[in-house]
């Protein structure tokens, strides 16, 4: 089980809730090798992996939005594995919603948005896919309200994370 101080965990929560939930998701790549693969999730329960995911995502969409999240491979990651449902008994239902509305748009345009492309092809794809501007923005309203339903539940389920050293 990876560990954390427990002072780390207090000057965190004072810092904020951005703050505390950053330091479980450092500390919880950093168990891992700090890389997303198959042999570090292994290591992972289901809450560590959903915090991976929420951050992950909120990084991505905040940003590059969806089209960067999509074309930086994390598409499978986020949308064709239980996050949404994950996110729903957390308690971001209204999020949940939004994750199942970016699995649809994935769903319809992953192949031209992962496909080999350079800088510029890359940007143009910004203008290509204006649904995924909708998408970004509902997030984007959304963020602070989330972070902090993730950050309520690592606090109430802090063993489900990490253990805490003295």
Known sequence: MLKIKEQEIIEAAQQGMDAFVELF???????????????????????QITLL????YR????DGGHV????????????LNPFA???????????????????????ENHKAITA???????MAMFENYPEADDLDDEFIEMEEEVTEIVARYIDENIPNFAEIEK
């Open 25 to 47: 998701y450092k500390a919880t790549l950093d168990y891992i090798g700090g890389e997303l693969n198959a042999e570090g999730m292994e290591k992972l329960n289901a809450d």
């Open 53 to 56: 995911a929420y951050c992950i």
């Open 59 to 62: 990084e991505e969409v905040m």
């Open 68 to 79: 960067q999240l999509i074309h930086n491979g994390y598409g499978p990651f986020i949308f």
């Open 85 to 107: 449902k994950a996110m729903r008994l957390w308690g971001a239902k209204p999020f949940s919603k939004l994750v199942y509305s970016g699995r649809q748009f994935y769903e």
């Open 116 to 122: 080999e492309c350079d800088e510029e092809q890359f």
